[in-house]
């Protein structure tokens, strides 16, 4: 699954910058429209990260691949995915934040997007690939909107 190719997001940045993760996590969806999902069971989730820009910073990196992967990896590999603070019923959460495959992807984009706003090179994250079995995926795409500048 890893190495395979990946939907292009169009655009005209000079580099492009695009990091693999395979991590372990269970979760959950308390919702009776889920059916099955309901119940708790796991995932091999398979993740691609695609971060874009025009400049590089003074080490010549976009981004440095293993700040993403601490981001994600080292925060949600084994883990019970409900139990963490992005997702859940929780009061500071809106209803939409059970760990679904959706909204997986567009935490992870919120979480990256928010590290990179820190860089002086301003990279952004364009689009965040959450697969969750072997035939199902999702892809969230950042629109304009959605960055800080
Ligand atoms: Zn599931």
């Known amino acids: 699954m890893i190495h395979q190719f990946y939907p292009q997001v169009p655009h005209e940045y000079r580099y492009e910058l695009n990091k693999d993760m395979q991590l372990a996590a269970a979760h959950f969806i308390p919702a009776s429209t889920a059916g099955k999902c309901a119940n708790v069971h796991g995932h091999t989730y398979v993740i691609n990260v695609t971060i874009a820009g025009d400049h590089l910073n003074e080490t010549g990196f976009l981004v440095d691949f293993k700040t993403i992967k601490n981001i994600v990896h080292d925060r949600f590999d084994h883990s019970l995915l409900n139990e963490d603070e992005a997702f859940g019923d929780t009061p500071q959460n809106d209803s939409d934040t059970f760990p679904t495959t959706e909204v997986v992807a567009r935490t992870i984009w919120q979480l990256i997007q928010r590290e990179l706003d820190e860089c002086v090179n301003k990279p952004r994250c364009l689009q965040v690939l959450v ?12 629109k304009e909107g959605d960055f800080d500048r």
């Not at 697969?131 to 795409?141: F, K, Q």
């Open 131 to 142: 697969r969750e079995t072997p035939t199902s995926y999702v892809v969230y795409r950042a």
